[in-house]
């Protein structure tokens, strides 16, 4: 696997984010806070993490949720995948939600997102008066069944 080198600064006292595993796609993200956050059912909230990184060009960093947060505590990330692009330098933050019926509270500390560093194209966008058709055509949400 090719190993990609970025440069970070961490301002929390979090351990840098780290592949769990071999084979993980993300690194965890830890909330940096002041104090313990408690987020109501349906309250969102900006969550700092401590973390400013410098992306080469050509990449981007995916903030995902953590499927372990979302079955346990109901709690999940807005805007996702959020993007981070390669030219941004300010701190990451994550928009989390609480979807449970119940008072959620996250921890200084806590894991709360993954981090997936991506490779990303650049596109040029060609008008054209029509597209080539394909065996899918306009076929949309849902056409394929749900078996």
Do not use: W
């Not at 490779?119 to 008066?129: D, F, G, H, P």
């Amino acid at each position: 696997m090719q190993q990609l080198t970025v440069n970070i600064v961490n301002t929390s006292n979090n351990p840098l984010p780290e592949y769990a595993t071999a084979g993980s796609a993300g690194m965890d993200l830890r909330a940096s806070l002041e104090a313990p956050l408690s987020l109501q059912p349906l309250e969102r909230s900006l969550v700092p993490t401590g973390l400013f990184i410098e992306l080469p060009t050509g990449f981007e960093a995916q903030i995902r949720p953590r499927s372990g947060l979302a079955l346990k505590q109901g709690i999940t990330c807005l805007n996702s995948p959020g993007t981070v692009d390669s030219d941004y330098r300010g701190e990451l933050k994550v928009i989390l939600i609480n979807l449970s019926d119940t008072v959620q509270g996250i921890q200084h500390g806590d894991r709360i997102a993954q981090m997936v560093i991506a490779k990303v194209e650049r596109a040029e966008l060609i008008q054209v008066e029509e597209l080539a058709t394909s065996v899918r055509g306009v076929g949309g949400f849902g056409h394929t069944g749900i078996q």
